[in-house]
């Protein structure tokens, strides 16, 4: 009879263990989807925001600092980087995520001048090129003075609104 109670005892605790064990990696899991939606949040769309208003800024000053602007660009792109890195190592970036965040990259990477930092000097063409951008992120809901969310579907619905 002890011999049963003991093999009872074991099973319950096994099984107390496997529960505790699998509510840990939920709550891992909510934790790392939280964790990406502030990378994309503050690395990505506060920096794409900032990329507006600098833009914006400069057709103001009639381009007295175009070095600021691709600053903000490369601010952006690195924010891509830094949700691809953390995304990849916490598990939280699934492929439909990490497909967005390519195009999102692709595009923008478009708008990158290797003309030297700090010294930069934009054609016309580049010009054209980021007004033109301002203009995209300002009717896809990234700009200045315009409210935004924090939350990954906010983020994937105004980037394929930028992208389209």
């Known amino acids: ?5 003991w093999f009872k005892s074991i099973i319950g605790i096994s099984l107390l263990g496997n529960l505790i064990l699998v509510f840990f990696l939920f709550h891992k899991n909510e934790v790392d989807k939280q964790i990406l939606e502030q990378i994309a949040f503050i690395g990505i769309q506060s920096n794409l925001v900032q990329l507006e208003g600098s833009i914006y800024y400069q057709i103001d000053t009639g381009w007295s600092n175009q070095s600021h ?3 903000k660009l490369e601010d952006v792109i690195e924010g891509i980087s830094l949700a691809f890195e953390i995304g990849k190592r916490s598990g939280a970036l699934d492929k ?3 497909n967005l965040l390519w195009e999102l990259h692709g595009y923008l990477i478009k708008f990158k001048t290797e003309s030297g930092y700090p010294n930069v000097v934009l054609n016309d063409k580049d010009l ?3 007004i033109n951008l301002g203009k995209k992120l300002r009717s ?3 700009g200045m003075n315009l409210g935004y969310g924090s939350g990954w579907s906010d983020f994937e ?5 930028l992208l389209s």
């Open 157 to 161: 619905q105004k980037t394929r609104t």
């Open 140 to 142: 896809s809901g990234w």
């Open 96 to 98: 439909e995520k990490e």
């Open 69 to 71: 602007v691709t600053e």
């Open 1 to 5: 009879m002890k011999k049963r109670n």
């Open 128 to 130: 054209d090129d980021f």
